[in-house]
Each structure stands twice: as C-alpha cells, then as structure tokens.
C-alpha cells in the first residue's frame, strides 16, 4: 500500500516568506509526527497529532511553526517569516496508534528539504 | 528530557565483515528503541526495533543488544553488503508516557560499506 508522502519534495523560500508543507499519512494512522533534521543530524521532533488533537507541541522552535491536522488525516507545517535558521528537512512520520501503552513503529515520509535565502 | 549520543560517526569497513554501532540514553524511562537506515534523499526507514523486556532481537544480518542497568543498546550487521552503505539513527522513547512515543535520536553514523 501506499507510504506516508510529503509535498513539495524541494521548497526554496526568500527570508520572511511564508511556507506550507504537506503531508499524507497512512491511510487509518492515528498518530502523526513531525521531525526537523538538520544538515548531518538526526532527526528533532516537532509536534504531534492524534487524529486532529495536537497534544504535543513543545519541540516548535518558535511561534513562528504552526501545525494542524483539521480532519485527522492530511496535515499542514506552517512556517511564517522564514529564516536562514529553518533551513533543514522536514520529516512526517505516521503510525496506527493510538492506544495507550503500546508503542506502534513510525513510518517515515521523504521528507520536504526547506532551503531559506 | 531524552539524550541520546551515538557513536562512531562515521565507520568504514570491507564487504564481508561486521559493523556496529552504539548508543546511549539517558531517561531511565525509556523502553522502546528502534533502529533507522536512511539513504541519500529519503525518509528513514526503520530496520529493527527493541523493547525493555528484551535483551537481544535479531533479523538475519541484523541483531541489536539492549542493556538497560548501562543505558546503552548497539546494531550489529554481519556480512556486510555494499547495499548496507546508509545513515544508521538509534533512537529512543518511552512509550505509554506524555511523550506520546515521540523518537529523540542519536546523531547519526555514516557506514560506508567498500566492495
């Protein structure tokens, strides 16, 4: 079946534009995450979703990242007034979820690679 | 929260031999550690995963040891394959917690396999 897909693949923004990235999670996913990885880093968790609930947002660097998961499938990062700084991948991740206790493997999307000039 | 150190960053090594790579964590809490190999312009992809309750997993060429008294868990690969040539991430979470089984990951080793 089909994997988590993410859209754009490529995204180059000038300095304090404002940028939307998508991601399609697997089909009946509960749980949805979002990553930033940096050049030659591991991946930073972001934020997370259940079904349209984000009820972890604590790794967002600024109020400048915003997320949201209106119908508990397809979900938006919002970044507003890009900087050099937001320069990295961003990763969407997906997995069943959902029940409390049990951690489900994540499925990894290819991620957006954001480049800021 | 969650601190996960990885090493080597990078290991280089001849078709046939073995690779292994180390991490440790530092929340006691911890009890579900996955295995990611990313290759150049994709997602990662998990390879293998332990949980707290288990000493030892392994999946043909691939095994991984936790030893949760040391904080620490390795991946071993046997009879390397120029196709294992990748980013290998450890990572970890405590599932069931107010973590939400979010990953906190090491920072990456670049395993090139030669031919």
């Known amino acids: 079946g089909a994997g988590v897909s993410q859209s754009p693949r490529y995204k180059v923004a000038k300095r304090g534009q404002d940028v939307a990235l998508r991601c399609d999670p697997i089909?009946?996913?509960?749980?949805l995450f979002w990553y930033q990885q940096a050049l030659g880093q591991g991946p930073e968790f972001l934020t997370y979703f259940q079904n349209e609930a984000q009820l972890d947002k604590s790794g967002l660097p600024s109020d400048r990242f915003f997320a949201e998961r209106p119908e508990g499938s397809v979900s938006t990062l919002k970044i507003q007034r890009t900087q050099q700084e937001d320069s990295a991948v961003y990763l969407c991740a997906s997995s069943l979820g959902g029940l409390a206790g049990v951690q489900e493997t994540q499925y990894f999307g290819p991620g957006t690679r954001l480049l800021v000039l | 929260g969650e601190n996960v150190e990885q090493h080597p960053s990078t290991l280089s090594v001849q078709e046939g031999d073995s690779a292994v790579i180390k991490c440790t964590y530092s929340d006691s809490a911890s009890n579900y550690f996955p295995w990611y190999k990313q290759e150049l312009g994709k997602g990662p992809q998990l390879i293998i995963d332990?949980?707290?309750?288990?000493g030892e997993k392994k999946d043909q060429r691939i095994a991984v040891t936790l030893n949760k008294t040391a904080k620490h868990f390795s991946l071993h690969i046997t009879e390397t394959q120029p196709e294992d040539s990748a980013v290998y991430f450890c990572a970890a979470t405590n599932a069931g917690g107010t973590s939400y089984g979010k990953l906190t990951f090491g920072q990456g080793t670049i395993l090139t396999v030669h031919p």
């Open positions: 089909s009946g996913h509960v749980s």
């Open positions: 332990i949980r707290s309750n288990v």
